[in-house]
């Protein structure tokens, strides 16, 4: 398995921060870093791989999921993987604290119950959720496999398997779902973050201890994707996105995008959400929507036209799904009192 982990230039920590404040805690999140230095590694085995992601955890780099058409010197990533390069490393990112008993009962449930893996509990663990199913699992494909055909059988895996399925829900847009297990763990320009959290006066009973390797029968997970078509697969997302909508009283809509420079699409008919935390940070601001908690959303402080998403949701335009927060932040044109 051949790897590409990054160091944030400047030398920024990438972590995310908990602060305990006047009895609560703070939860900053991991810092959007535009420059890098990059290490490419080789894993030939998961106890190898254990060990890389344990040492540049330490140092406070991150993974990067696909590899690099070149080494970064103090240099952006932007369009510097292909997404379409097949990968040998298959990334299980699951966010939620219930569904399974534990981690060992939902891996049996996607069918990986036999197969070795590395856990990475997520940072949150043991300090704002529970020790146990928020984590990163680590699996060795036994053939390289095109990160949509991994994607495809993530979302498949979602609308399937009962402990998951039940967790799918819309997003804060409206028009689209929200998975608890991530579908885009797998994309070739991912970042995974693998440094523990830094914490301010509160423990961290897992502090050292976030990776866990874990050896089973089979030191590879073998797929068969033969059975998985794209049409079919999305179909099923489609009339879950009605069925939720009609359960919320929203009324029947389908998505419209417009194509932006690169890979993605602009979803231009969200619905308005509320604006539930706002924080700011150097270049960003981040958000929560609807009540959620994750700081999942984001834009430029210098150009905050577009908001974009960690969670893999299409961007979407400020003015769209936040126009309180949009009248406020928008660049103002100052001859327009005299014009």
């Known amino acids: 398995m051949l790897l590409t982990l ?7 920590r ?7 404040s006047s009895g609560s805690v703070v939860t900053t999140p991991y810092p959007l870093v535009k420059r890098f230095w990059s290490f490419t590694r080789n894993a030939a085995d998961l106890d190898q791989l254990y060990a890389l992601l344990v040492t540049h955890g330490e140092a406070g780099h991150c993974l990067l999921k696909g590899q690099l058409d070149r080494p970064l010197r103090h240099e952006s990533r932007a369009g ?23 981690i060992a ?3 049996a449930a996607i069918g990986l119950g036999g197969v070795s893996y590395v856990l990475h509990h997520s940072s949150s663990a043991g300090i ?6 928020r984590a990163h699992g680590f699996v060795r494909l036994a053939t390289p496999v095109a990160p ?3 994607k495809l059988w993530l979302r498949h895996m979602n609308l399937r398997v009962p402990g998951l399925r039940e967790q799918v829900g819309l997003s804060a847009n409206g028009m689209t779902l929200s998975y608890p297990l991530d579908v885009t763990s797998c994309q070739n320009d991912k970042l995974l973050f693998i440094a523990d959290p830094v914490v301010e006066r509160l423990e961290d009973p897992l502090a050292g201890r976030r990776f866990v390797l874990n050896m089973r029968e089979s030191g590879s997970a073998d797929f068969r994707f033969d059975h998985l078509h794209p049409d079919a697969v999305q179909r099923e997302p489609d009339a879950l996105v009605a069925e939720l909508r009609a359960r919320a009283g929203l009324p029947a809509r389908d998505p419209r995008y417009v194509a932006l420079p690169g890979r993605e699409r602009l979803l231009v008919n969200p619905e308005p959400a509320a604006v539930t935390g706002v924080r700011r ?3 960003f601001v981040y958000l929560n929507l609807n009540g959620g908690d994750s700081w999942a959303y984001y834009f430029p402080e210098s150009n905050p036209e577009l908001l974009y998403s960690f969670k893999g949701e299409p961007p979407m335009r400020l003015a769209d799904i936040a126009p309180g927060l949009w009248e406020q932040v928008r660049p103002h044109d100052p001859f327009a009192a005299v014009a």
């Open 6 to 12: 990054l160091a944030a230039s400047d030398g920024t």
């Open 14 to 20: 990438m972590a995310k921060r908990f602060v305990r």
């Open 80 to 102: 510097r993987t292909d997404p379409n390069a097949p990968t040998d490393l298959l990334v299980l990112d699951l966010d939620t604290d219930r569904g399974f008993a534990d």
């Open 105 to 107: 009962a939902f891996l």
């Open 128 to 133: 704002t959720s529970a020790i146990g199913l």
């Open 148 to 150: 949509e055909r991994l």
């Open 281 to 283: 940070s150097p270049g």
